[in-house]
């Protein structure tokens, strides 16, 4: 007992004596980089209690809130959709009970908003970098080589870029900051879904989005938290309410970095899955798809039987660390209703 509490009050006093032991904030790490190149970076610790904010966030506003822009018609008749995006990179936010996290945001928020456009429209991004390190927004799809966010950096303290560009092709696909030590940038959540509806539109569905991440809160280039919009176990505690006999369509996006592969397993059902979206004929019937970085698709089904089921990832390790939801399915009264309307 008593060498027990020697050995202590030694460590105590070593603590006290020389805090920079313990003092995680100076740790340098260093990342690999795909190409074996080592970058170092601080993986900084912020304090919540010194820190200016912390970011609120809301998975089942985030699930079916699209962001259309502001909308105006350009003389020859093109749909023109503003943005303004701004990038920060000094907020926390709690995203497990007692574990705050540095999250690095678009408007705000990991993912950053839905932006949705329509195949052929004109899309205007005011990007504004109100961070503390140079960031840029790279969307995937087709643009011109200076739209695409990677050799000009934007730098911080309230560095402007308008990205412009034709909406298309048609499908899902993943904006994200471009700046190197890139996993760094994407791993703190610099990320979000831009959707391209093609002119015809889509049949009337129940629509929402679900991006897969992982949180990385040790810096040790292994996740620590994995979900679907950000938030582990959110949709299993708050299970997604949706309707029997209507058509549901998940956008689904992957950004795990660190582990090579996600998938996605739903219970009770199978789903119609289109491949980043880009086809209107879907490429498979299944309950069950695998995603590599930033691979993505939307899924489409129905539920003919009410009650309560599991959607998860099949990587066990990944579900057992957040990521799993349920869907709460209701006995639709109205057989007729068949959705939400589309594109508004
Ligand atoms: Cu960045």
Not at 22 to 39: L, P, R, S, W
Request: charged share 20%; proline share 6%.
């Amino acid at each position: 007992m008593l060498s027990i509490l020697v050995v202590t009050s030694i460590i105590a006093a070593l603590y006290f004596a020389y805090p920079s032991i313990t003092d995680a904030k100076n740790e340098e790490k260093k990342f690999v980089t795909h190409t074996g190149a080592v970058i170092s970076t601080t993986g900084e610790i912020l304090d919540p209690v010194y820190t200016a904010s912390t970011v609120e966030f809301d998975p089942m506003q985030y699930l079916r809130e699209f962001n259309y822009g502001r909308v105006s018609q350009l003389p020859d008749g093109t749909t023109l959709r503003e943005f303004t995006i701004i990038a920060e990179d000094d907020n926390v936010m709690e995203v497990s009970p007692g574990v705050f996290y540095n999250v690095w945001t678009f408007n705000g928020t990991v993912p950053g908003p839905t932006i949705r456009a329509t195949e052929g429209d004109l899309v205007r991004v005011l990007f504004i970098n109100n961070g503390l390190k140079s960031h840029t927004m790279h969307f995937h799809g087709i643009h011109p080589a200076e739209m695409d966010g990677v050799f000009e950096p934007v730098g911080p303290g309230g560095g402007r870029f308008t990205y412009e560009f034709e909406a298309g092709p048609v499908g899902v696909h993943p904006y994200h900051c471009h700046v190197m030590p890139l996993e760094e940038h994407i791993v703190h959540g610099l990320y979000g879904v831009y959707i391209v509806d093609p002119k015809e539109g889509r049949p009337a569905a129940d629509e929402m989005v679900m991006v897969l991440n992982g949180l990385d809160t040790d810096f040790d280039t292994e996740n620590n938290f994995y979900a679907a919009n950000t938030i582990p176990f959110y949709y299993q505690h708050h299970p997604i309410q949706i309707s029997t006999n209507q058509l549901i369509r998940v956008y689904v996006l992957n950004m795990v970095e660190f582990d090579p592969i996600n998938n996605l397993h739903l219970h009770g059902n199978l789903y119609h899955y289109y491949p980043t979206g880009t086809d209107t004929v879907p490429s498979a019937y299944t309950d069950m798809i695998t995603l590599s970085q930033t691979e993505r698709g939307i899924m489409e089904f129905e539920y003919e039987y009410p009650g309560k089921y599991l959607f998860h990832a099949h990587k066990v390790e990944f579900s057992e660390k957040g990521w799993v939801g349920i869907f709460l399915v209701n006995d639709n009264p109205d057989q007729s209703q068949t959705g939400i309307e589309y594109g508004n």
